[in-house]
């Protein structure tokens, strides 16, 4: 059998996430976000990263605020319900951060070209607009057979992809569902890939439903065991989203000074998801908690 | 700003809620229009198919009220839970019927802003950019533009176009190759705007209840033309203001200006 | 609550297959492939039809043989575990039918074009090949950024997909599991997708989980009920593979006439799927069941 | 053909076995190469990982012997169930370390026919054609082409290039867009057959036990080359053929001549 892939979050970001490293997160766009795994880099304080992702719900705005983050390659890029992300904001308008502007059909092709091992994927989106001016991964380009004029998404391989799923084993074969975003893509693009998971269960677990698995096990570098690790997004099966979370980071967002102080509460003040989890506190988790419980009518592997 | 028995916001959830014909496969956006996909499901749409950029198609309504796409009762009994990408092929197809999208400044052709306002790269303002917007402006068979209407954001031309109206009008769309589409309504916080079948520029078509043709032209920033018959919006319904409460209870979208 | 698209297999196939039609189908390659409903079509002789597909396994020899088909566009047409097939072979020969030639990856690049809404997608495979001169739905191109020479793929929709799942409601929602071939991208491609399936159950057993839907109920022209619909080839969780059958029929198509007893005996002399279980055998079925099953660990879709 | 205590299958399936080596990511075909992948996962490789076309990822070898890869215990515990897309972007990125092909036509430089044998269109024999012969021999890191060794089926030049080797030599591949890889070895009936480094040429090196070079001379449709210090190709061990009896034992594919 393989080798266990299993390692602390901490050890996880530390061994694997250099600076400098290029990053798809937040790849299922609103929920499965790995914040677990964005807040112990930030508290790490890794430098020069680059984002990538589709949309992104707050978590590229804090790792951009801690300083952990020199380019954004996203389609958007603020806090869902209340809008603009004040980090981002900030750090753009001074030129802090650089943006290669996508949409979502833009960069899900770039990394589904990676995936693909091919150039580039052919688009019908964004013909005429803007995003030619502020995106170098766009070009215009003819149909060979039809001639129409089609826009050329560049290829981008991030160095890595995090995700947060349900459950995987210690050998990196994990079970995602729910909506899934872009995050196969991602998976297949990336050179390694960290999954922080939910629970960690028995190889035999995973191995019962190899259709749920969201990427093949040998093509994962390091798994962590992360319980609640996408709080305040929801997690399919587990717990529902926070929507006071992120109502309140949007004071929290609003100036630098509120800001550090958000991060020195938030990811200074404490060790890891365990630490976060009592700041959160028990009473505030157990109203996530999934009252309506649906579970899947079985398939069958047998033979 | 309204004085009446229905807030402002629940006034554009039911215009936005009209846009929608049953049977419609529906690409469906942000705020607003995530009640008005449910309004119109709940009352003259029950076939129409809703699609979330997430991954998410949806024939039936969420069993409970939702804030956004991303809340789990918008996944349970979904019909489909996929790939962004798959999603955005049936965009790509022409299978998306109408979809909604908001913006921060817009102009006489539909053109949309939602990602730099000012002058770049120094004196701007930085948005969150387009999200789908760009793609469903592109692809959608037609699509609704949801505004708050101030001569600020109602701009002869937008400083950048993260999602495309009609350029610069008329056959322009086919020009730059996008295979369909457009902007077919812009719902503001004053009235509905519809674009000339020619020329493809954005016209008055009716006015919400209380607001004067002129206050739209005051607030608007070129010499906006006006249908000949310029209609009040119609009020939304007692039935369509209860759904519409029973779909955003603690009134987070639709409570007061 | 949408109208029901339940069909008789005979009837789906008689409203929604029409002379001329191009048909993807088998496209899970060797398991779930739809023979009943490939079956059907030659009862009902229908003509000049268009054959989409992988690797197929004698499913289009049969076809061909019943003089259904007058183009195919596929990467391998024959008899997986004995070679050749022979009215593929003789129809070929003898100019009757048209051939296409793709390899696995052009032809799921094909259809992925198609359900992507793309008029090409770009690959690395076959530069230097000979599928070049006998495939005019491969080009040379460059690629716009890097310049690296690639084959673009052109897209094909086909008019329909047929295929074979486990179990399906009555409004075309379906579940499919296993290996899944190019089975999601010819769904998403065709315009009208008929399903054949072992059995018809609540909307409910499909939306518990929506992940294992194959491909949209709203893009599904019609659903038939068929038990052992894709004997001989296996249907996870139904039944094995019928190797036999497979031998057997490197006899029955050997010689146009063995063929022609073949068809007598196999399509013409019994009236549906159900007649040709009765054929089969009881006992030969029972020897496929599935003995050793393996049911999936639930994952839940609660709130 | 052979009189000794084990078939010339089962010599090539162990030979096929040995061109595997640990931690592999192994893209497996049909017949011998299906029980190659297995003998190796249980001998010397056992972290190879196996890729099937049809969307299967398999760690574990299969818990039962299995006469195709679309029987469903290779379905069973696999790592992955996927689309055949997926592990062909896994083929393009140049994850796949070594696959397996067989054909009817091999020329000097590897080259590779199944598809069409004669003169098209008319004084031809059609085969099944590539499946993912192509995709293989195109993207692999290298390949391996297992085939029966006969002077027609060995040509100077084949009708028809289903999957590229080295084309006309040196490099060929290079020039004509193909990213890496090439055939590693070719194993026969008669020998097993490698490339010269810089021309890609074909040459003998090994032949089987009891074969003679001449004998592989006179059977091959050109001037073959031949190492200067020919070997016997090993002979499977008991272990092996145990083994290979436990994968196929009813002797389906490694039977008797």
Same mark, same amino acid.
């Given at each position: 059998?393989?080798?266990?892939?299993?390692?602390?979050?901490?050890?996880?970001?530390?061994?694997?996430?250099?600076?400098?490293?290029?990053?798809?997160?937040?790849?299922?766009?609103?929920?499965?976000?790995?914040?677990?795994?964005?807040?112990?880099?930030?508290?790490?304080?890794?430098?020069?990263?680059?984002?990538?992702?589709?949309?992104?719900?707050?978590?590229?705005?804090?790792?951009?605020?801690?300083?952990?983050?020199?380019?954004?390659?996203?389609?958007?890029?603020?806090?869902?319900? #209340?809008?603009?992300?004040?980090?981002?904001?900030?750090?753009?308008?001074?030129?802090?951060?650089?943006? !290669?502007?996508?949409?979502?059909?833009?960069?899900?092709?770039?990394?589904?070209?990676?995936?693909?091992?091919?150039?580039?994927?052919?688009?019908? *989106?964004?013909?005429?607009?803007?995003?030619?001016? *502020?995106?170098?991964?766009?070009?215009?380009?003819?149909?060979?057979? #039809?001639?129409?004029?089609?826009?050329?998404?560049?290829?981008?391989?991030?160095?890595?992809?995090?995700?947060?799923?349900?459950?995987?084993? !210690?050998?990196?074969?994990?079970?995602?569902?729910?909506?899934?975003?872009?995050?196969?893509?991602?998976?297949?693009?990336?050179?390694?890939?960290?999954? *922080?998971?939910? !629970?960690?269960?028995?190889?035999?677990?995973?191995?019962?439903?190899?259709?749920?698995?969201?990427?093949?096990?040998?093509?994962?570098?390091?798994?962590?065991?992360?319980?609640?690790?996408?709080?305040?997004?929801?997690?399919?099966?587990?717990?529902?989203?926070?929507?006071?979370?992120?109502?309140?980071?949007?004071?929290?967002?609003?100036? !630098?000074?509120?800001?550090? #102080?958000?991060?020195? #509460?938030?990811?200074?003040?404490?060790?890891?998801?365990?630490?976060?989890?009592?700041?959160?506190?028990?009473?505030?988790?157990?109203?996530?908690?999934?009252?309506?419980?649906?579970?899947?009518?079985?398939?069958?592997?047998?033979? | 700003?309204?004085?009446?028995?229905?807030?402002?916001?629940?006034?554009?959830?039911?215009?936005?809620?009209?846009?929608?014909?049953?049977?419609?496969?529906?690409?469906?956006?942000?705020?607003?229009?995530?009640?008005?996909?449910?309004?119109?499901?709940?009352?003259?749409?029950? &076939?129409?198919?809703?699609?979330?950029?997430?991954?998410?198609?949806?024939?039936?309504?969420?069993?409970?009220? %939702?804030?956004?796409?991303?809340?789990?009762?918008?996944?349970? +009994?979904?019909?489909?839970?996929?790939?962004?990408?798959?999603?955005?092929?049936?965009?790509?197809?022409?299978?998306?019927?109408?979809?909604?999208?908001?913006?921060?400044?817009?102009?006489?052709?539909?053109?949309?802003?939602?990602?730099?306002?000012?002058?770049?790269?120094?004196?701007?303002?930085?948005?969150?950019?387009?999200?789908?917007?760009? &793609?469903?402006?592109?692809?959608?068979?037609?699509? %609704?533009?949801?505004?708050?209407?101030?001569?600020?954001?109602?701009?002869? /031309?937008?400083?950048?176009?993260?999602?495309?109206?009609?350029?610069?009008?008329?056959?322009?769309?086919? +020009?730059?190759?996008?295979? +369909?589409?457009?902007?077919?309504?812009?719902?503001?916080?004053?009235?509905?705007?519809?674009?000339?079948?020619?020329?493809?520029?954005?016209?008055?078509?009716?006015?919400?209840?209380?607001?004067?043709?002129? /206050?739209?032209?005051?607030?608007?920033?070129?010499?906006?033309?006006?249908?000949?018959?310029?209609?009040?919006?119609? /009020?939304?319904?007692?039935?369509?203001?209860?759904?519409?409460?029973?779909?955003?209870?603690?009134?987070?979208?639709?409570?007061?200006?």
């Amino acid at each position: 059998m393989a080798d266990s892939k299993l390692f602390s979050l901490s050890e996880a970001i530390d061994r694997f996430v250099p600076n400098g490293s290029s990053i798809a997160l937040g790849t299922a766009q609103e929920t499965l976000i790995p914040f677990a795994a964005g807040h112990e880099i930030m508290r790490q304080r890794k430098r020069n990263l680059t984002l990538l992702g589709p949309i992104s719900d707050i978590l590229f705005d804090q790792m951009i605020g801690a300083g952990c983050v020199s380019r954004i390659r996203a389609a958007w890029v603020g806090n869902v319900i #209340t809008g603009s992300g004040y980090n981002f904001r900030r750090a753009v308008e001074g030129g802090r951060v650089e943006v !290669e502007d996508h949409s979502n059909l833009t960069m899900s092709m770039a990394l589904r070209a990676a995936a693909m091992g091919v150039p580039f994927m052919p688009a019908r *989106t964004a013909l005429g607009s803007s995003l030619y001016e *502020t995106n170098g991964s766009l070009m215009e380009m003819q149909c060979p057979f #039809t001639g129409e004029t089609l826009t050329a998404v560049r290829a981008i391989q991030p160095d890595l992809a995090i995700i947060h799923v349900q459950r995987a084993d !210690e050998y990196g074969n994990a079970h995602c569902w729910g909506n899934l975003g872009i995050t196969r893509e991602a998976c297949l693009a990336a050179r390694d890939v960290i999954i *922080t998971a939910e !629970e960690i269960v028995e190889p035999e677990v995973i191995e019962s439903d190899p259709n749920r698995v969201v990427t093949p096990g040998f093509r994962v570098t390091a798994v962590a065991h992360a319980p609640w690790g996408a709080h305040p997004s929801p997690v399919p099966g587990y717990y529902n989203r926070d929507h006071q979370s992120f109502l309140d980071y949007r004071e929290a967002g609003n100036t !630098e000074e509120a800001f550090m #102080t958000w991060l020195a #509460t938030w990811i200074d003040g404490v060790e890891d998801v365990g630490g976060y989890r009592e700041l959160v506190g028990e009473e505030r988790l157990d109203e996530l908690a999934i009252e309506r419980p649906a579970p899947t009518a079985p398939a069958d592997y047998g033979y | 700003m309204h004085e009446t028995e229905y807030t402002l916001a629940q006034l554009m959830v039911a215009a936005a809620a009209r846009e929608i014909e049953d049977g419609d496969v529906v690409f469906v956006g942000m705020r607003l229009p995530l009640l008005g996909f449910q309004l119109a499901k709940n009352t003259h749409a029950p &076939d129409a198919v809703g699609v979330y950029e997430l991954g998410i198609v949806r024939h039936s309504a969420a069993p409970e009220p %939702i804030l956004t796409m991303g809340d789990l009762p918008n996944l349970y +009994r979904a019909q489909w839970l996929a790939d962004t990408a798959d999603l955005m092929g049936l965009l790509q197809q022409g299978y998306v019927d109408v979809s909604f999208i908001g913006g921060a400044q817009v102009d006489r052709y539909g053109n949309l802003n939602t990602t730099y306002v000012g002058d770049r790269p120094d004196d701007v303002t930085r948005l969150p950019g387009s999200g789908g917007a760009c &793609d469903l402006a592109s692809l959608a068979n037609r699509h %609704i533009i949801i505004m708050v209407h101030e001569k600020r954001r109602f701009v002869p /031309e937008v400083d950048y176009t993260t999602s495309p109206g009609y350029g610069d009008g008329g056959d322009w769309r086919r +020009r730059v190759g996008l295979p +369909r589409g457009g902007p077919a309504a812009v719902i503001t916080t004053r009235g509905l705007l519809r674009f000339e079948e020619e020329s493809k520029e954005m016209y008055l078509a009716t006015v919400h209840p209380g607001v004067t043709v002129d /206050e739209v032209l005051e607030n608007t920033g070129w010499d906006l033309k006006v249908a000949d018959d310029v209609q009040t919006t119609p /009020e939304p319904t007692a039935d369509e203001l209860s759904l519409i409460e029973r779909f955003d209870p603690d009134g987070f979208w639709t409570g007061g200006p």
